[in-house]
């Protein structure tokens, strides 16, 4: 039995409850995003979830799982705090006002509660902690962390410290906590520090190119796209297109995920009722099985499958879990 005078966690184990409710209840307690996945079935996720003074952390272990703000939903709610995740296995994209950046094992993302996203997390095992917005925003003076990925030694060492206060956690008073606390936001705010100066040297008419190639790649998605036609169309030299996309998987791969995230919006459309060989030919998709390929590998089910899945109606929470589901989001919106 564990003493009192000690941190105790909050605990998720979807390996527990019935297959029907695993999903379910992942999502009644990720409040303060609106939660997808890739396919169905069972959903493992284990989390243990700790308050460290104003801090909120979370050890977590999960299936492949999709999370998103909207613009409106950034409106109509109060969740007001920076999430800092990092991710000790799996891969992960994050779309954001920046574009689409790509993250792997041993990668730290930041995430901007009051602006829209979308991640798309891989299978994986990562720790985040979710801290007030007074806490860490005026430390970084003008910079802005939202989408930042960043790697590296400074990071690596933020991962292992994160473990290691994990790890220790069980064994500490809260009293004990407000001193982990600030051991926790120091080191946040050195690593986001560095990261943030070194994306300031990336030259601004780089940022500036990429922006115009995803404006024309996404105007363009049924034509014949490649290296050569965008330097043509653009003006622009093949050194300085690929330094634009140099950190996002190239060129190539950049031109792939946008004609696959034009179908996926398709098939979640439910007023979309043309056939799969029609979708993967409005996008420029060589053919039907093209698409079905290459759709597969991203989101883990074939674009007939995904369009029958997004269609069925969403399970019910089981009533054993609302009290945790409700004691998560009132501590995530304790930040705010």
Partial sequence: MSDPKHLVPLRLDTSALPEREQFATFVAAAANFDVSRPGSG?????????????????????DAVSWSRSAERVRSDRTDYIYVNYHYTGRFAIECRHGV????????????????????????????????RKMVLDRLGNHDPHGLVLSGETAALLG????????????????????????????????????LEEADQRPAREQALASRVRAHIDAHLDEDLDVSSLCRDLGVSRSNLYRAFGTEGGVRRQIQARRLRRVRALLLDPGETRSIAALAM????????????????????????????SAAPPPTPHASDEHLAAHFSALVRELS
């Fill in 101 to 132: 950046q790509h993250g792997g094992a041993g990668s730290l993302l930041a995430v901007d509660m009051r602006q829209p996203v979308r991640i798309d997390d891989g299978p994986m095992k990562k720790i985040y902690v979710a801290m007030p």
């Fill in 42 to 62: 069972p959903f493992a996720t284990r989390a243990l979830i700790w308050r460290v003074g104003a801090l909120v952390v979370v050890q977590a272990t999960s």
């Fill in 282 to 309: 409005a996008p420029g998709f060589a053919d039907k099985s093209h698409l079905s390929r290459l759709f597969k590998q991203t989101y883990g089910l074939a674009p007939g499958a995904f369009r029958d899945a």
């Fill in 160 to 195: 292992a410290t994160l473990r290691a206060v994990c790890e220790t956690l069980p064994r500490i008073t809260p009293v004990q906590a407000v001193t982990a606390e600030r051991l926790i936001v120091d080191l946040i705010v050195a690593t986001l520090c560095e990261g």
